[in-house]
């Protein structure tokens, strides 16, 4: 919800948890940064991102698929 709230400028509190695609486009660009490795994620994740839980269980796989490979 931070990391939103950097997109939007409001507090994290009033961000809303769905994502659309700018924000599913800021989170990756985030996630990419913060942990310097490029998420390869599936059109079909992506798609399947729709709040920012789903962003979570995407990110978490995607990483620790990364990090396993």
Do not use: N
């Not at 990756?28 to 798609?47: G, I, K, M, N, S």
Request: charged share 30%; glycine share 4%; aromatic share 4%.
């Amino acid at each position: 919800m931070t990391m939103l709230a950097e997109l939007t400028a409001k507090p994290a509190a009033e961000v809303s948890d769905r994502i659309g695609s700018m924000e599913l486009a800021w989170l990756v660009h985030l996630v990419e940064q913060r942990y310097e490795r490029r998420l390869d994620l599936t059109d079909d994740e992506l798609a399947g991102i729709r709040t920012v839980d789903d962003a979570l269980v995407v990110f978490r796989a995607s990483l620790t698929a990364s990090a396993d490979g």
